[in-house]
């Protein structure tokens, strides 16, 4: 971990470039960004558990960013390749609001389950979407050629295995949008 070259115990997140630059982390960032912008900067809880819809439990850790055009608030699960969701708020909103609507979202994301796993009589393993449709993340695929891994569930499935799962459906047409991931997918 790069250590933040402000405080000294945060992870550098933020490369700062000005007269000198520097890199810190989001606390020194937030705690710059406030001043400069005339905002407070709440105490937020850092993290939360909460269970899918399977029961199991999965634990979010938080992080509020502080931006000149409004305040980023993320959840990410605590594995790599996990759930994550972000929400964009105003400045002058409440932080425990934007907290709470964060919250809300996390649990809404993971109620659904969208891939279900089953297996062919050979033994062979095929995921396919319960609900014609699935809202996903796209993330670099170090084991890939330029090709990414598609994050749903809040599990990894590689590009190859997405394709397979759209073969149920040959014939058929489809819509691909892309979304920010402050948004909502409707
Ligand atoms: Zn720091």
Not at 20 to 29: G, R
Not at 60 to 77: D, N, S, T
Request: charge should be negative; include cysteine.
């Amino acid at each position: 971990m790069n250590q933040c070259e402000w405080c000294g115990t945060g992870e550098a997140k933020i490369h700062l470039t000005g007269e000198t630059s520097s890199n810190v982390c989001n606390h020194c960032y937030n705690a710059l960004m406030s001043e400069e912008l005339g905002i407070e900067v709440e105490q937020l809880m850092e993290s939360f558990t909460m269970k899918d819809d399977e029961g199991n439990l999965r634990t979010f850790h938080v992080e509020m960013r502080i931006q000149p055009i409004g305040i980023c608030l993320e959840a990410k699960e605590n594995k790599g390749l996990g759930y994550q969701f972000a929400i964009h708020g105003e400045l002058d909103d409440s932080q425990s609001d934007l907290l709470k609507r964060l919250i809300e979202k996390v649990r809404n994301g993971i109620q659904e389950k969208q891939i279900e796993t089953g297996t062919f009589q050979n033994g062979q393993v095929f995921h396919s979407m319960i609900h014609d449709q699935v809202v996903g993340r796209v993330e670099f695929d170090e084991a890939s050629d330029g090709l990414p891994l598609v994050i749903i569930d809040g599990k990894p499935y590689t590009w190859e295995e997405v394709g397979k799962m759209l073969m149920t459906y040959e014939g058929f047409q489809f819509k691909l949008k892309m979304y920010d991931m402050t948004d909502d997918v409707d």
